[in-house]
Every structure is written in structure tokens, then in C-alpha cells.
């Protein structure tokens, strides 16, 4: 199937998809018509995908850094062609050396490169041990953009679609022990419109003869290559799969139930399983070690898991320590899980969070940065985490794809709550392998994230077409799938339709909507948002009588862009117009249904090319190179001031006095 993907995508690049239309652009997409299947109630379970972690039982290896890279440039066939997942790839190609984790498109001066579609190929050697011949090897990469296969010593191990999100395979039986191994990766970033997110390939008439052109609706530029780390790592014979934790309170009693999943069992095994729980101090945390593949553990005095603001000590981690054995076999596999015991449920008005209500301060973000595209780089994702502490926020939405583990990672400790997105944009064209597709994103990121405190809501989508005929019945599907997997959190939709015409609300727990009044609607009309902002969260209630926050406003900003009095892609004109959102957000917030503000954007981020857009998307406020605009002060002094009247927390000394408007209250200086 996977060659036959490649395939497909090949012929599309090679011009077979069709007759030369007349005019500049061909649509090369096939539009399936078939009606959605029904899934059952229950959704098969995907296999466990833990991250690696080093332990007793077990060693990590990066595969990080320069890899030969080569483009079958005009020829996207060429690579299967000539095998060159069995060559040494610098001999069948010409190649440069090509960082990893990164984005390809930015790194070179070659516009060509920057704007590639389809395959490109990663190659590099490494040494295994002789001692890991008695491991299970693995693979695993945190994220391919978007279509990838591996090979191994030119044996295929494992192929994968989906950006964004991990995938692994076992090299054990490909490896050769104690000698230079290679791995190659074919990794083609074609969108179509069965892909998540969709897109679709063109034929345009060039200069220089007929080109191919991916074209997608998203606003954000479809970076590629091998996005995140690629890591080797061993196991016993066996080993701990996966992990599922759910948390509980009663009274001061902390209440853990855990599901280990073991992998490798022969035929009449029977693992012996033995689970403990430390606190942050590596003290046990229990009365004693728990016996069993599934039990319960009971934590006297617990230290809860607190966003930020609502405790002094927040992103408080245990440490599940699995152990995992078969009687008369020495090799004891150990693996360390960091876990926050909190509660969390919802009514019709509320998020509750440890049975106290959440007000969600934050941003919608993109894992972007100069040069490197969307590869992780550790240096952005701290200074990020810094500025969102230094800002005030308590939240952000992973908009609009998952982030990586590294990134989550963070948010678990620092105690950010997090709207985890799949990777499914502008929606539409509904078909019966795209909803499977869909719901395939959505399994894989929940079974990535299910055990993450931060994480308190899934987002199915941003911006789907959901005032479509055929949204009902498929939004219903993957709002039904979703809970199946995890009734434990609620989930959302980024809705852009009117309130009028949406079909998708109906499905979900909290609705989040995303409006750009005075921006992409009345530009330069300031006094045109208070009221539309409060009545069309208003209207949302109303309709679907459920929570209700912005999930994204704002407006392009030029740094350095003065005008006075405030004109569009000024500075002072984001800052004017993000003041008269806390307005109306304030009047919502005595209403009882209103739980988050979400400003887009956190940062600048890359766009495709338009003439809309000076550089990329500049909604931010803060630049690309995360420096502050004038928005990222005042911004400041709002959320902080909102921490102080609604948590208790003291502001920070250097944040000067703020006024909170209040519709219904008089104003008061924090």
C-alpha cells in the first residue's frame, strides 16, 4: 500500500494525472463521492508508543545531526527507481549534508529547494554494539512532515503518514551487530485532499514549460523533512509497551490507576509486574510497591498538579516506576513515567480543574523559528516557555498540529494547560478515507498524550467547513471517536463559521471560536468589536448551552510600525485593538459561561507566499526572533492582572498598574 501511495503521488508529479488544461492552473486532485462508514462504538486500540527513556533496562542513542540529503529533482520516481534505499546514497545522487532535526526548505539559498514537492532522501551510517544483540533495537522519530518510509541495510522496517506526530519500528532483525549499519528515509511532503491537513496539487504554466504546485487554504507554510529527533533505543525481551493512567481524589487521597501493557511474551509466560510511585523528592510516595499488570495506588497527602497561577508550586510530577519481568529471567525491563495527579470535568458553564474553576489566559502558537522551519530546537522552545511565564500566561493551544514530546514535556513541569490539536485544518471535501485518516490523527495523538497533566482538552480541528451538509454526520464520528479513547477530557473544534450555520457544535463540550473583528472583518473599525465579540459568545451559548472561549483574535503588526492615531499594521493599532477585546471578554466573564482568551498569535510565523502577508503571518506579538512588539507589555499587565483578581497571586513587582475594565464593576487599580 505504502509503495502504491508513492506511487500515486509520483504519477501526479510526473504530469499523468490528466490532459494540459487551458487555463494557468489544473486541478489534479480526484474527488471521492461515497458516504461515510460507520464506526463501531469501540475503536481498536493502537499499540503502546512510549517515549524513550533511559533506565537500568535500557539505552537511548540520538541519530541526531548531518545526514547525506538528496532531491530526485524533475524526476520524482527516480530514488525507487534506481534503489537508492539499497545504495550508499552520495554514490547514486548528488547530496548535501542536511541537519536533523530540521526543515529542509529554508537551509540553502535554493529557491527550488524551498519550494520542493514530493520525495527527498535522508541517509546516514551508525554503529551498532555487539552487546545490544541479546536488545530489542528500535527506531523512533518524533515527526516526519508528511509521508515517510524506512529503511534499514535496505530492508524496509516501517513506514508512516501523519506530520507531527511519532512512529517507530523494530530494527532488531535488520541490524548487523557490532559493525556500520545504514538507514535511509524517503519523506515526500505532498498534501492532497485525503491527507490530514488537505491540500492539492496544480499545474501552472511557467516560462519554463508546465510546473507542479501544492496549494493548500492553511495559513501557515508546509515545511518538510524530518522535523523532530531520531533516536535508537533497546529493550529486554520483554518489555513495557505502554502505560495508561488515570487519576482521582478523595479527600487528601491521591487514587493512580495504571494499565501496563507487556510486549514479548512467549507462549505460557507470566509477567511479574511491580509498580511504584515517588515524589518530586524521589521519596515512595506510597506504602509499598503495587503487584499487577493493572492496580490502584493510593497517595496519602498528595501534592496536586496545578496550572500555573493557581498554586505557588505548580507542574508538580510523580514518577510511576514500572518494573517488568518473567520469573527465571534475570533481564528486569524498568521504565520511569513522570505523571500530575489532578481531577478534571466540565459542566454546561465551567472547566474545573481539581473542582476549581480554570480561566484560560494564553496564546495560539506554531512551532516555527528562522532557518530552522519547524524543526525542534531546544533553544526556541525554552525561550518560548520563558516569555510565556514572563507574559503571564496559563495556556496555549498547539495550533494547529501536535507539538513534540520535548515541548510537552515542558508544559507538564512548568504548569501550562494545553488545548492539544490534531493536525486537521480547513476541513472539507469530506470523504470516507479522510475520515479515517482523521480519526487515525486523533488516535495517535491520544495515545502520544493520554498520561499529560497540561493536557485538558482535545482540539479535532481548526477552521473545518462545518456549515457543510455533510460536517454533521462526519464531525459526529470524530467527536464520538475521540471519546471513545478518552472520555477523561473534553473536546473542541477552532469554529470559523457563523453561529447560524454551524453543524459541528453539537458534538462538543466546550466551543471555541475564532474571529477577527476590525482585522479580516471591518479593518481599521475599532468600534466595532466590543459588542460583536460579547453577542456572538453570546449567540454560541445560546445555541449549544455549553463553555464558551475565543480561541483566536488579533491583528498583523509591523515591529517598528508607528502611527498615532492607530492605523492597521501599527503597533499601536494591535494594542488598541487586543484592549477592546479585554473589554468585551470582561463583560463575558460575569456572564459564567466564558472559561479563555486566546491571542493569535504568540509569535511571526512563515506563510506560503501571498501578497496578504509581508514575510509571513505578523499577528504575533512578539517577532519571529521572539523579541516584544508594544502588544507584548500590555498584554502583560492583562494577564497578570487577571492572575492577581482570580487566583490571588501576588504581580510581579515590575509590572506596572493596570486597570481591568468591567462592564458591570467599577474599575479598580491592581
Not at 556 to 568: K, W
Amino acid at each position: 500500500m505504502w509503495h502504491l501511495i508513492f506511487l500515486l503521488i509520483g504519477s501526479a508529479m510526473a504530469g499523468e494525472s490528466g490532459p494540459e488544461s487551458p487555463t494557468d492552473f489544473f486541478d489534479a486532485t480526484i474527488k471521492i463521492e461515497a458516504p461515510l462508514p460507520y464506526e463501531d462504538a469501540f475503536p481498536i486500540p493502537l499499540p503502546g508508543l512510549l517515549y524513550p527513556r533511559e533506565s537500568e533496562s535500557r539505552e537511548v542513542r540520538s541519530l541526531d545531526g548531518l545526514w547525506d540529503f538528496a532531491v530526485s529533482e524533475g524526476d520524482a520516481l527516480r530514488g525507487y527507481r534506481e534503489g537508492w534505499y539499497a545504495l550508499d546514497l552520495s554514490k547514486a545522487s548528488e547530496v548535501m549534508k542536511m541537519p536533523v532535526p530540521s526543515s529542509y526548505n529554508d537551509i540553502t539559498t535554493s529557491r527550488n529547494l524551498r519550494d520542493h514537492v514530493g520525495a527527498v532522501w535522508y541517509q546516514r551510517t551508525f554503529f551498532v554494539p555487539s552487546f545490544w544483540r541479546d536488545q530489542r533495537v528500535f527506531v523512533r522519530f518524533g515527526s516526519v512532515n508528511y509521508l515517510a518510509q524506512v529503511w534499514i541495510n535496505g530492508v524496509l522496517v516501517t513506514n508512516h503518514e501523519m506530520g507531527h506526530l511519532p512512529f517507530e519500528g523494530e530494527l532488531s532483525s535488520y541490524l548487523t551487530f557490532g559493525a556500520e549499519n545504514r538507514i535511509t528515509v524517503a519523506v515526500d511532503n505532498t498534501l492532497l485532499q485525503t491527507s490530514v491537513p488537505q491540500g492539492k496539487i496544480v499545474e501552472m504554466v511557467t516560462d519554463n514549460g508546465t510546473a507542479h504546485m501544492q496549494t493548500y487554504t492553511f495559513d501557515f507554510f508546509n515545511y518538510a523533512g524530518i522535523h523532530r529527533s531520531v533516536l535508537l533505543y533497546t529493550t529486554p525481551r520483554v518489555y513495557v509497551e505502554d502505560i495508561s493512567v488515570r487519576t482521582s481524589l478523595i479527600g487528601e487521597m491521591g487514587i493512580v490507576k495504571y494499565i501496563i501493557q507487556p510486549n514479548g511474551l512467549r507462549e505460557g509466560e507470566i509477567p511479574i509486574c511491580m509498580v511504584s510511585l515517588y515524589d518530586a523528592e524521589q521519596n515512595l510516595a506510597i506504602n509499598e510497591p503495587v503487584e499487577g499488570l493493572s492496580g490502584t495506588l493510593k497517595v496519602p497527602f498528595v501534592k496536586l498538579w496545578w496550572p500555573r497561577g493557581m498554586d505557588s508550586k505548580p507542574g508538580y510530577l510523580y514518577t510511576l516506576e514500572v518494573k517488568l519481568w518473567v520469573e527465571n529471567d534475570t533481564k528486569v525491563d524498568i521504565y520511569r513515567l513522570p505523571i500530575g495527579i489532578r481531577t478534571l470535568a466540565w459542566t454546561n458553564t465551567s472547566l474545573l480543574l481539581n473542582d476549581r474553576p480554570v480561566y484560560m489566559r494564553g496564546f495560539g502558537k506554531h512551532e516555527d523559528s528562522a532557518i530552522r522551519g519547524r524543526g525542534f530546537d531546544l533553544v526556541t522552545s525554552v525561550r518560548d516557555h520563558e516569555l510565556l511565564q514572563w507574559v503571564g500566561a496559563n495556556a496555549y493551544r498547539t495550533s494547529h498540529y501536535p507539538y513534540s514530546d520535548e515541548v510537552l514535556d515542558m508544559a507538564d513541569r512548568l504548569g501550562f494547560l494545553i488545548i492539544d490539536e490534531c493536525p486537521s485544518v480547513d476541513t472539507e471535501n469530506f470523504s470516507p478515507s479522510l475520515l479515517s485518516r482523521h480519526k487515525d490523527s486523533l488516535s495517535e495523538l491520544i495515545r502520544r498524550d493520554k498520561n499529560r497533566p497540561s493536557v485538558i482538552m482535545w482540539s479535532l480541528a481548526n477552521e473545518p467547513r462545518t456549515q457543510l451538509a455533510e460536517a454533521d454526520e462526519y464531525f459526529k464520528q470524530i467527536a464520538q471517536h475521540t471519546k471513545a479513547i478518552d472520555p477523561t477530557r473534553p473536546v473542541t473544534i477552532a469554529l470559523a463559521r457563523a453561529v447560524q450555520e454551524d453543524k459541528a457544535g453539537q458534538f462538543l463540550d466546550v466551543i471555541s471560536f475564532n474571529r477577527y473583528n476590525a482585522w479580516y472583518s471591518n479593518p481599521g473599525r475599532i468600534d466595532m468589536i466590543n459588542d460583536r465579540v460579547y453577542e456572538e459568545a453570546e449567540a454560541w451559548h445560546k445555541k449549544y448551552n455549553k463553555p464558551v472561549l475565543i480561541s483566536e483574535y488579533g491583528a498583523d503588526t509591523m515591529p517598528g510600525l508607528h502611527e498615532l492615531p492607530e492605523y492597521v499594521w501599527s503597533e499601536e493599532y494591535q494594542k488598541e485593538l487586543l484592549s477592546k477585546h479585554f473589554e468585551a471578554f470582561d463583560r463575558l466573564r460575569h456572564e459564567g459561561y466564558f472559561i479563555g482568551e486566546f491571542i493569535w498569535n504568540f509569535a511571526d510565523f512563515r506563510t506560503a507566499q501571498t501578497y496578504t502577508r509581508v514575510g509571513g503571518n505578523r499577528k504575533g506579538i512578539f517577532t519571529r526572533d521572539r523579541q516584544p512588539k508594544m502588544a507584548a507589555h500590555h498584554v502583560r499587565k492583562r494577564y497578570h492582572a487577571l492572575a492577581v483578581e482570580l487566583d490571588g497571586v501576588q504581580i510581579p513587582g515590575e509590572v506596572e498598574d493596570y486597570y481591568i475594565s468591567s462592564y458591570y464593576s467599577s474599575h479598580s487599580e491592581l
